[in-house]
């Protein structure tokens, strides 16, 4: 019934528009070749886009925190920074180490790499905009984002240096932890959806996201989700493996160039990969905001294009996590385990249970409402 | 042993800190912004009077500076920043007179120490807060401080303090 609304903002469009074409004039094969090879290209060019501007974003709030101006000299308001930078970044000499282990030390950064853009072909960017939609997409981002943690640990292992070691046990650590409470909260939004399909989980939320439907079980898994995401992405107050006055860089000490560039990407992408399964989990995808019953109010709300809420929510989310980032004092890694086994995994077992007995009593709010 | 109470307590506690931490960051994003900008900024610069950047030779408005060519600034100078280079010339009743032909300063030698202005009896020089002093190349750190052409002033009652305000020193440059 959403599709009769007029959308000629919507991707649906060209995507469709694009398929009929090739396929008319091609063969089956050749016709579905280059839909792949265009989705991969695009892809990578959304990921390398994304990561400038979510850098230039950062800079900038990162300033206004700090009552500081930010980036303001290249280009109006500084907006080609991260351009330059990135231009920078691409020539600069790769630095050969010379008792490094070859082989793993230049497979490291590809790892952090390929688990991240592996993560974001799954992501509904909006309406039809998923590269894959698997059935199991929640445990397929779970699992295929934990594999950045082996790029981490080779580059340590590889390094050859104390620091670059020191700092990726401890980013070992933190990633092993805070992946269990990250993967139980998702746990607690599939038992409310009963779908891991992201597809699916986005349609059931058309009328009541899932913050809102679950209520307080909800609540609490969004915020244990927040935390132990932010912890994943190695930032803000969890930057342990970074600590830069103990452990100079953590892991990509001893990594100059592209190669350094490709931890700086995934670091920032493995933000924005956070915020977006959030997003579509917690907050309804790209789902615009409706409201049952309140159907020009919900027409209204659909003349907005999906990528464009997509990007708003996980927009919100993004900047969430660099508030978090630069208000709370760095943990200590004592501390940052004690968190998590003592208190986020305890409340989330808790609250997996809660959300099961809401869910089969018919608690949630559309089943009593 | 914790209780079960002191757990809660620590956790909501510990979450009602944090909003605090938060609400005080989200006041500290609307803020006036503190940067200052420093090529837009010249005009409101405000740099102490007493910064040193660059030593002068003030010439008044006959072109004749204070400087008795003494020396006394050269050998108190630390690091040979400093050269003066003297003639000798004739007065009119016939008298010989040493007087100053070059007073060679050296930007890039000089550790702005101060002594050569603390020192000079005569007050002819100063240091001025001009500190934009970056070129491309060394040889243009090395200046004449007296100009094309100048002699030495007659000498007058003057202040004893060597540090004129700063709307004299605008007026001297």
Same mark, same amino acid.
């Given at each position: ?369 | ?65 204070? @400087? %008795?060519? /003494?020396?006394? $600034?050269?050998?108190? #100078? !630390?690091?040979?920043? =400093? ?26 030698? @000089? %550790?702005? /120490?101060?002594? $050569?202005?603390?020192? #000079? !009896?005569?007050?002819? =020089? ?37 540090? !004129? ?9």
């Amino acid at each position: 019934m959403f599709q009769s609304y007029s959308q000629p903002l919507e991707f649906t469009n060209l995507t469709s528009w694009l398929d009929a074409a090739l396929r008319e004039n091609l063969p089956e094969f050749w016709a579905v070749f280059i839909e792949l090879a265009l989705v991969g290209v695009v892809l990578l060019a959304a990921y390398a886009v994304l990561a400038m501007i979510l850098i230039y974003v950062e800079r900038k709030i990162t300033a206004f925190f700090q009552a500081r101006i930010g980036p303001n000299r290249v280009g109006k308001y500084g907006i080609f920074q991260t351009v330059a930078d990135v231009l920078k970044i691409l020539i600069k000499e790769i630095i050969q180490i010379n008792k490094v282990d070859k082989f793993l030390f230049y497979a490291a950064p590809f790892f952090m790499i390929v688990a991240s853009v592996l993560t974001f072909g799954a992501i509904p960017f909006g309406k039809s905009l998923q590269a894959v939609d698997f059935n199991i997409g929640v445990f397929y981002v779970t699992a295929v984002s934990s594999l950045g943690i082996i790029g981490v640990l080779l580059a340590g292992w590889s390094s050859n240096n104390k620091y670059s070691m020191i700092g990726a046990m401890r980013s070992g650590a933190q990633f092993v932890s805070y992946e269990l409470s990250a993967g139980f909260a998702l746990m607690t939004m599939v038992v409310l959806s009963g779908t891991m399909q992201f597809s699916e989980m986005i349609e059931n939320q058309a009328y009541c996201w899932n913050i809102f439907n679950g209520h307080i079980s909800s609540l609490v898994a969004f915020v244990i989700y927040l935390i132990s995401g932010h912890a994943e992405t190695n930032r803000g107050p969890f930057d342990l493996p970074e600590a830069e006055s103990e452990l100079t860089a953590g892991y990509h000490t001893e990594y100059s160039g592209l190669q350094f560039g490709f931890f700086y990407l995934a670091e920032y992408l493995n933000m924005f990969i956070i915020a977006s399964i959030a997003a579509t989990v917690f907050l309804g995808g790209w789902m615009p905001l409706q409201i049952s019953g309140w159907e020009g109010f919900n027409q209204l709300m659909w003349y907005i294009p999906s990528y464009i809420w997509f990007f708003g929510k996980v927009g919100v989310l993004i900047f969430l996590s660099l508030w978090v980032r630069w208000s709370f004092p760095r943990l200590r890694i004592d501390q940052l385990l004690n968190l998590e086994w003592k208190y986020l995994l305890p409340i989330n077992l808790v609250n997996i249970l809660v959300m099961v007995i809401l869910v089969l009593t018919g608690l949630t709010l559309t089943d009593l409402f | 042993m914790r209780t079960f109470k002191q757990y809660t307590t620590d956790l909501f506690g510990g979450i009602k800190s944090l909003l605090t931490g938060l609400s005080v960051t989200w006041k500290e994003l609307w803020t006036k912004k503190v940067t200052r900008q420093y090529p837009e900024n010249r005009d409101m610069l405000v740099i102490s009077d007493r910064f040193r950047a660059e030593l002068v030779m003030p010439h008044d408005e006959n072109n004749e500076h204070a @400087c %008795t060519a /003494c020396g006394i $600034c050269e050998m108190n #100078c !630390p690091n040979g920043t =400093i050269q003066v280079i003297t003639k000798m010339t004739e007065t009119e009743d016939g008298k010989k007179k040493k007087e100053l032909d070059r007073y060679i300063y050296d930007l890039g030698m @000089c %550790t702005f /120490c101060n002594l $050569c202005v603390i020192t #000079c !009896p005569s007050s002819a =020089i100063k240091f001025t807060n001009h500190f934009e002093n970056a070129t491309f190349t060394r040889h243009k750190l090395v200046q004449q401080l007296n100009h094309e052409g100048s002699k030495l002033g007659v000498k007058k009652k003057e202040p004893t303090s060597s540090r !004129p305000s700063p709307k004299e020193k605008e007026k001297s440059l």
